[in-house]
């Protein structure tokens, strides 16, 4: 998995948080934005890394 990819991946689940927010459990939202976080801890580390 490239820098890309994390990017695609975090603009996805972003968007699936927008859109289905209103319908998902406070816990799923919490496991959603635990990934979002995750998924730029990891591209703030590539971006140092250049």
Do not use: C, G, T
Request: net charge negative.
């Amino acid at each position: 998995m490239n820098e890309f990819d994390l990017r695609m991946r975090l603009a996805a689940l972003r968007q699936y948080l927008r859109d289905n927010q209103d319908s998902l459990s406070p816990e799923k939202i919490d496991e959603i934005l635990d990934v979002i976080a995750k998924l730029i801890q990891v591209l703030n580390e590539l971006d140092k890394r250049r």
